[in-house]
């Protein structure tokens, strides 16, 4: 057929089915049904008790290596970092200005109180001494004619009385014309040593200059800082040790404390007199004091053993009747070469001393008592009865 233009018509789409197209939409059907039917069995059979479906594991208490441990009376220290200081100490300076006449001593030497260590060249001061004597021998003289006028009557009093006053005048004279000769005179305050001595022969010397320090080191005085918090446990009187970075040890006492703490430190000043015959140890060295202040309850252990808790809190992992695992705050009191002392403990516990750092608080475990409880420590136990703490 044509249309009236002439044109053809469109064509007419057909389909026609596939064959076998109708078996894949039973398939597809039936594995529809199988899914829900699967899913639905868990409803209708339900899945038997976990007990049932899987045998329990039984977890093995860990072995851990204990020794026990118990607590013993030892000394405790307060110990501090301090410094050694002269007992007295001395600038010495010129009273007079002069040229240095001589020299009576040196650097390093020891001098006694008085001691005259230099001499100044006092041309001017000595003439004044000489003027002030022969006015002193004149008023004298005149005191004495007076004297003798008066008994044979030929005098009054009111002259011997002022002969008396000039003679007083003329001594008075002659004293300050001495002591400022004896100014010219450098000497040692005190007995000790003549730490620093800035003299020449020849040199002038101004009044008021230094020249020298004398330092009286026996006994040094020990200056250390105590804490607030441990001002309670010091006081005068008690024996100190004093260890010096030279090696050397002395024995001192505390001679003062200070009641009034620093303002920037909040520390008080403390002194310790230390014995130093012939000056052996020199000032200013450093130092480290060791004050017994009482007895205390403590464990010697292993550094290897402490432990921190939960929060970071120091402590120490012990096992109880119930082979439970216990943690134990504890304080160091004071560290040594080979161990440490801790108090905060029971009297008598038991230490885990291997294994700590795979057990936590309250986890039940196997304890193995060591065969050398020392050994495994690498713990030298003290052989005295009393150690020492901070």
Known sequence: MSTPDGAKPPLRLEFTDEPGSA????????????????????????APPEDEAQPAVTVKPVTVAVRDSTARQVTQLFTAEGQAQPDRRAILRAETDGDVATLSAE???????????????????????????????????????????????VSTTDRVAAARATLASAEAKLTQAEEAVDAAVIRAPFAGRLDALDLDDGAYVSAGTEVGTILDTDPLSIVIQIPQQSLARISEGQEATVDFITGETRTGTVGYVSKDAASQTRTFRAEITVPNPGGAIASGLSVQVRIPTGQMSAHFVSPAILSLGPDGALGVKTVNDENKVVFHEVVLERAQTDGVWISGLPDTVRLITIGQGFVSDGEPVSPSVEADDTAAQGVKMPATTSGETN
């Open 23 to 46: 078996r894949s939409k039973w398939v597809a059907g039936l594995l529809a049904l199988a899914l829900v039917g699967w899913m639905a069995s868990g409803l209708i059979l339900p």
């Open 107 to 153: 650097k390093g030497d020891f001098v006694e109180r008085g001691e005259e260590i230099a001499r100044l060249v006092t041309r001017e001061q000595e003439a004044q001494v000489q003027e002030a004597r022969e006015e002193v021998a004149r008023a004298r003289r005149e005191f004495e004619n007076s004297q003798t006028l008066l008994e044979r009557g």
